[in-house]
């Protein structure tokens, strides 16, 4: 049963192409995995700490959200939702056309400069998705003879965008620059891109940015960091997994999605004047899509500057990262050195991790987790977000909730 979706995904060279859907469709009827109820949850709100869910079963019920990646939770701030009100006024609903169609307009432009000056860079280029983004920079900049060396819990999205490009990939264990050295060191091709999330969206773990940019030097490769979950979530300011090494201006390309920490969707990226205008023409996820609604820009635009108005937002997250991971360390859990708002429990077996998440379903807390095709099923995980606005009278809960659960199943002694 372990693996369910990689087996079907992974069919026979030679079978009819529908035999994927066919296998599954029987797997899912004859034996669902133990976790897949709990990957069809249905939210009848948006998110905050308390959010009212239909399950699968039908039943509705307030869980406390440890599942979200909306790490600030400034969804129904007042401001965001009253830019958001104030743009759909004035530009309507969509955008009806790409950027360089007549899909930008001031508010898109405005915060291309924003990001600019957050990131520190020369210019910004905003995608209408985290994940196309990607696929846009990768296939543009990268070509068949570069070498592109990923670290291997890279998001899907960088892996997509380079095999898109048709560049030869190099994958790096995570977070090994041993690894990535010896790699380098063996790469016979002049164009080099070393490209690493910031924060990793399974581990909640941090690249070992200063290793990178001396190893981009010494070697004389190009680096990007895509920190989706890093951005408005960690460093000062929320300036980011490179900031904490003092090094943002050492990257060459930052990106980062406005899905995560701001709670909204799209993605950027930001570095030189050139490198940005030949994106603009070439990465083909924004020339060959409709921009992003302005009102989602007005709200990002918004969550900016309440993240630099208003501090304690930050605060609270950190506080509440902080208590959360002491806590399900002491009581024995392993969080895979997280430094970031995503907290995962390895569990290492996909049946234990489906029974240890519905227990925790039927307590009331809403979780998500890391199982293949996203992780390996031996590094399975139970994947918990925290948000700035939880109480720590709600993380408690939590935490006495996940450890007697986790005893109960064997993850912890
Ligand atoms: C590192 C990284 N890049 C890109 C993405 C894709 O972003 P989006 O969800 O905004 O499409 C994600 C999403 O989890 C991510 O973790």
């Not at 899912?28 to 998110?47: I, N, Q, R």
């Not at 308390?50 to 400034?74: A, I, K, W």
């Not at 609903?93 to 600019?116: F, I, K, M």
């Not at 995560?260 to 030189?272: I, M, P």
């Amino acid at each position: 049963m372990n693996s369910l979706f990689e087996q079907c995904f992974n069919s026979l060279p030679g079978t009819r192409i529908t035999e994927k859907t066919e296998r599954l469709a029987q797997k899912l009827a004859s034996a669902p995995p133990l976790y897949y109820a709990g990957l069809h949850m249905t939210l009848l709100e948006g998110v905050k700490p308390l959010t009212r869910v239909r399950t699968p079963s039908g039943q509705v019920r307030d869980m406390l959200m440890l599942g979200s990646n909306s790490f600030l939770n400034l969804n129904f701030h007042p401001q965001v939702l009253e830019a958001e009100r104030k743009a759909a006024e004035r530009f309507g609903s969509g955008a009806g056309s790409p950027p360089l169609y007549a899909g930008q307009t001031v508010l898109h432009e405005e915060l291309e400069e924003r990001l600019a000056s957050f990131c520190g860079t020369e210019a910004a280029l905003v995608f209408p998705a985290g994940y196309s983004g990607n696929i846009g920079v990768l296939s543009a900049l990268c070509r068949p003879c570069d070498t592109l060396f990923c670290d291997s819990s890279n998001h899907a999205s960088l892996f997509d965008g380079a095999r898109l490009s048709g560049t030869r990939i190099s994958p790096y264990l995570h977070l090994n620059t041993k690894h990535l050295e010896k790699q380098l060191k063996q790469c016979s091709t002049p164009g080099k891109l070393i490209v690493s999330d910031g924060v990793f969206s399974m581990e909640g773990s941090i690249a070992p940015i200063d290793e990178l940019v001396r190893l981009k030097w010494q070697y004389d490769a190009f680096l990007m960091i895509d920190d989706a979950h890093g951005f408005w979530a960690v460093g000062d300011f929320g300036h980011g997994s490179a900031s904490l090494y003092g090094l943002r201006d050492e990257v060459d390309l930052h990106y980062g999605t406005f899905s995560k920490a701001l709670g909204g969707v799209g993605g950027f990226a930001a570095g030189q004047r050139n490198v940005i205008d030949y994106l603009r023409y070439y990465a083909r996820s924004t020339f060959f899509s409709s921009a992003l609604p302005a009102t989602v820009v007005a709200a990002t635009l918004e969550s900016i500057r309440i993240v630099e108005e208003e501090p304690w937002h930050l605060e609270n997250l950190r506080r509440n990262r902080d208590y959360f991971q002491s806590r399900l360390e002491k009581a024995g859990f392993n969080t895979l050195n997280s430094r970031s708002a995503i907290i995962p429990l390895l569990v290492g077996d996909e049946d234990k991790l489906g029974r240890f998440q519905m227990a925790l379903f039927d307590a009331g807390i809403f979780t998500n987790i890391g199982a293949t095709p996203a992780v390996n099923a031996s590094k399975c995980r139970l994947r918990l977000n925290v948000m700035a606005s939880h109480t720590l009278e709600q993380l408690k809960f939590a935490a006495d909730t996940i450890e007697q659960s986790g005893r109960n199943f064997g993850v912890i002694e």
